[in-house]
C-alpha cells in the first residue's frame, strides 16, 4: 500500500513547535520525494515543504522559510516536518504526499495521507 500516514499533529500555542511524521509505505523509498502540503476550509491545498529521495535537498514555501524543518529517516520509511515558532497562520491539516519527481505541486504527488489536524491559538 502505497498511502502514508501522518502524525504527530495537536493544539498549540503561539511560539510552540510540534514535529509532524510520516510513515510511507512505499517499496522503495528512498526513490520517492516527499512532500508536505497544508489545507483550511475554503482554500486550495499549499505546498509547505519537500525533500528528495536521499534527503540531499529541500525546500519550502515562503510562509515557512526559516521555522520548519524537513527531514528523512529512509531506513524508517519516515519523513518528518519540524515547525517551530508556530503561527495562527499555520493552522492547517497538514498532508504529506509521495511523487516520484522534483515537484511542489499537489497534483504531480499520487500518493496522499489522510491529514493530520494542527491548530495555532493565539
Known amino acids: 500500500q502505497p498511502q502514508p500516514v501522518e502524525s504527530g499533529g495537536g493544539l498549540v500555542q503561539t511560539g510552540d513547535s510540534l514535529r509532524l511524521s510520516c510513515a510511507a509505505p512505499?517499496?522503495?523509498?528512498?526513490?520517492?520525494?516527499i512532500g508536505w502540503f497544508r489545507q483550511v476550509p475554503g482554500k486550495e491545498r499549499d505546498f509547505v515543504a519537500a525533500?528528495?529521495?536521499?534527503?540531499?535537498?529541500?525546500t519550502y514555501a515562503d510562509a515557512v522559510k526559516g521555522r520548519f524543518t524537513i527531514s528523512r529517516d529512509n531506513a524508517q520509511n519516515t519523513v518528518y516536518l519540524q515547525m517551530n515558532n508556530l503561527k495562527p497562520e499555520d493552522t492547517a491539516v497538514y498532508y504529506c504526499?509521495?511523487?516520484?519527481?522534483?515537484?511542489?505541486?499537489?497534483?504531480?504527488?499520487?500518493?496522499w495521507g489522510q491529514g493530520t489536524q494542527v491548530t495555532v491559538s493565539s
Open positions: 525533500i528528495t529521495g536521499s534527503g540531499g535537498t529541500t
Open positions: 504526499a509521495a511523487s516520484r519527481s522534483w515537484m511542489f505541486t499537489s497534483d504531480r504527488y499520487p500518493y
Open positions: 512505499i517499496r522503495t523509498f528512498s526513490q520517492y520525494v
